[in-house]
Every structure is written in structure tokens, then in C-alpha cells.
Antibody, heavy 123, light 106 residues
Framework: QLQLQESGPGLVKPSETLSLTCTVSGGSISSSSYYWGWIRQPPGKGLEWIGSMHNSGSPYYNPSLKSRITMSVDTSKNQFSLKLSSVTAADTAVYYC???????????????WGQGTLVTVSS | DIQMTQSPSSLSASVGDRVTITCRASQSITTFLNWYQQKPGKAPKLLIYAASSLQGGVPSRFSGSGSGTDFTLTITSLQPEDFATYYCQQSYSTPFFGQGTKLEIK
């Protein structure tokens, strides 16, 4: 059974960079069939897609966040990562990592999710 | 961006009821529509993809329908574990989620 687990600091200061890692177990991040994505959810609010990336590169990001996002994949560790720069209180949220099927034949979807990690932006 | 609007925002129902949640896209997304269930403190869970395909392991009381701009999620014979928040998500372009529908016990 595929499992994803987010890790990283729970508290980040304003203007600094938020860094999170997702560790994948029970399957290989090197599979050509999947992208790997990040989604966030501010407390009490809805879901916002941040970005997704294939193990070969080729990231694609939410246009509203694109200027602040960097995603990377480490196949040797079966991990992928998110960096979000210049954070403000508006970036406080639970951050989820997820497997992103992007096939237009079977239709894109997020089928496996991590449990989520709360990141608070505060001084 | 293609916006998604769910209705209602909240809904009260009883165990055994049949419930329908709707999702409308701001432009046609053919059948690029997914439904997720989220319980408090938990990650979303994929229920339906491609508008009407049931994700593996999801009970058959969940079903989805629609194409173009109008979609529905139907739950027949509500069970206690079904009380949660439901989100639609379009996958036609930049992934975008609806605002959610909270299903509460009457």
C-alpha cells in the first residue's frame, strides 16, 4: 500500500522560506506514470493545489504561487520537496503531499495523500 | 482559471437518507471532475474520478454523474461514517477545488 508522509518545520517566520519534504513508501517515486504534488488547506478553509512534479523534472505550478515555488525530486531517497519563499501569515495551512495521476485518458486525479502537516507562519 | 461552485455549502441529513451534492464549473470540463471526502483532521480521500468512476475500495452507495458544466455526487442510504465535507475538483486545466459541502447529521 502506497504511503506518503510530510515532514518539516511547523513554524516559519514571515518573509522566510517554508521547506517541506514528502517521503514515499510502498512504491517508487521513479514510476513514469505519476506526478507528485502538493496541496494546502488554511485552517477552516478549502483546498488549494500548489504544484506537481514528475521524477524526471517538468514541474508545473499554480500560477498564483508560481513566483514563490520550487519543487524537487530525490529518487535516491524516494522523496520530493517543496520550497515556498517570502511567506506571510496567509501561507499558514495544513500542507498535504499527494500522488497525482495526470493521464488525460484515465483522467487526472490525486489518489493517495499524506496525512498533512500544519505550518504556521508567525514571528 | 476554471472556477468550481458547489451547492449547498452545508446539508443536514439522517442515516438512511439519499443525498445529492452538486458542482458547477465556470466552463465546460467534459468529464474531468473528481470528488473527495474529508473528515475532520484527516486528509481528503478520493471517491469518484472522471465524473462517474468509483475509486477502488469506495462503497457503491457513492456515485457521480454529469458532464460539461454540471455534476452531482449522490450518496444513497447514508451511513454514520459518511458525515464529512465533500469537495469537487476539476482536472481539465490547473487543478481547482470547489469550496466544499459539509454534510451534517440531522
Amino acid at each position: 500500500q502506497l504511503q506518503l508522509q510530510e515532514s518539516g518545520p511547523g513554524l516559519v517566520k514571515p518573509s522566510e522560506t517554508l521547506s517541506l519534504t514528502c517521503t514515499v513508501s510502498g512504491g517508487s517515486i521513479s514510476s513514469s506514470s505519476y506526478y507528485w504534488g502538493w496541496i494546502r488547506q488554511p485552517p477552516g478553509k478549502g483546498l488549494e493545489w500548489i504544484g506537481s512534479m514528475h521524477n524526471s523534472g517538468s514541474p508545473y505550478y499554480n500560477p498564483s504561487l508560481k513566483s514563490r515555488i520550487t519543487m524537487s525530486v530525490d529518487t535516491s531517497k524516494n522523496q520530493f520537496s517543496l520550497k515556498l519563499s517570502s511567506v506571510t501569515a496567509a501561507d499558514t495551512a495544513v500542507y498535504y503531499c499527494a500522488r497525482h495521476i495526470i493521464s488525460t485518458v484515465t483522467k487526472p486525479r490525486f489518489d493517495y495523500w499524506g496525512q498533512g502537516t500544519l505550518v504556521t507562519v508567525s514571528s | 482559471d476554471i472556477q468550481m461552485t458547489q451547492s449547498p455549502s452545508s446539508l443536514s441529513a439522517s442515516v438512511g437518507d439519499r443525498v445529492t451534492i452538486t458542482c458547477r464549473a465556470s466552463q465546460s470540463i467534459t468529464t474531468f471532475l473528481n470528488w473527495y471526502q474529508q473528515k475532520p483532521g484527516k486528509a481528503p480521500k478520493l471517491l469518484i474520478y472522471a465524473a462517474s468512476s468509483l475509486q477502488g475500495g469506495v462503497p457503491s452507495r457513492f456515485s457521480g454523474s454529469g458532464s460539461g458544466t454540471d455534476f452531482t455526487l449522490t450518496i444513497t442510504s447514508l451511513q454514520p461514517e459518511d458525515f464529512a465535507t465533500y469537495y469537487c475538483q476539476q482536472s481539465y486545466s490547473t487543478p481547482f477545488f470547489g469550496q466544499g459541502t459539509k454534510l451534517e447529521i440531522k
